[in-house]
T-cell receptor
Framework: DGGITQSPKYLFRKEGQNVTLSCEQNLNHDAMYWYRQDPGQGLRLIYY???????QKGDIAEGYSVSREKKESFPLTVTSAQKNPTAFYLC??????????FGNGTRLTVT | SQQGEEDPQALSIQEGENATMNCSYKTSINNLQWYRQNSGRGLVHLIL?????REKHSGRLRVTLDTSKKSSSLLITASRAADTASYFCATASSGGSNYKLTFGKGTLLTVNP
């Protein structure tokens, strides 16, 4: 079955540590996205990539970094510079211009 | 920045009733999409309406788009308990070669059996 896999589902880290969230897709989509969702809020775009080895900042990129070395993979690193990292992180992919397919998210808790 | 704003923030209805959710946005769009999210899960795409379309249907879903008022509505007819979820509108805009989808804060729909 084609889809997007985010791992792990739950992640706990101590403040000051960097953490990397995994996102893999086998849909052969060119575009991939990372969104952040806080309780009762919509989704805010962190980074997106429309092609391998290229990515653009979204609306809230500060404190995050990404890479796109392979078409299938778009990992997100939450760095210690992110002031409020506890959130639900959603990865998505799409054919450019078409609706997004989402993974089931990673809930990150930083204490 | 959040382009779309859904209204109401929360809606509670009885099974069998219709549910209407509204979305307003601020800038020009290529298309508007509606997504559904069950608690703790990812979003699922429901329907896409292009800027040159006024109405679209998919099963029990009906979406309208009024570009002059920069607004859209999602109607779910004959609701079921399984329709309980959050519903988000998302606007697609393109600046140059970049394609971005911007989401609103969502409407939490509760359908009571």
């Amino acid at each position: 079955d084609g889809g997007i896999t985010q791992s792990p589902k739950y992640l706990f880290r101590k403040e000051g540590q960097n953490v990397t969230l995994s996102c893999e897709q086998n849909l052969n989509h060119d575009a991939m996205y990372w969104y952040r969702q806080d309780p009762g809020q919509g989704l805010r775009l962190i980074y997106y990539s429309q092609i391998v080895n290229d990515f653009q900042k979204g609306d809230i990129a500060e404190g995050y970094s990404v890479s796109r070395e392979k078409k299938e993979s778009f990992p997100l690193t939450v760095t210690s510079a992110q002031k409020n990292p506890t959130a639900f992180y959603l990865c998505a992919s799409s054919i450019l211009g078409s609706p997004l397919h989402f993974g089931n998210g990673t809930r990150l808790t930083v204490t | 920045s959040q382009q779309g704003e859904e209204d109401p923030q929360a809606l509670s209805i009885q099974e069998g009733e219709n549910a209407t959710m509204n979305c307003s946005y601020k800038t020009s769009i290529n298309n508007l999409q509606w997504y559904r999210q069950n608690s703790g899960r990812g979003l699922v795409h429901l329907i896409l309406i292009r800027s040159n379309e006024r109405e679209k249907h998919s099963g029990r879903l009906r979406v309208t788009l009024d570009t002059s008022k920069k607004s859209s509505s999602l109607l779910i007819t004959a609701s079921r308990a399984a329709d309980t979820a959050s519903y988000f509108c998302a606007t697609a805009s393109s600046g140059g070669s970049n394609y971005k989808l911007t989401f609103g804060k969502g409407t939490l729909l509760t359908v009571n059996p």
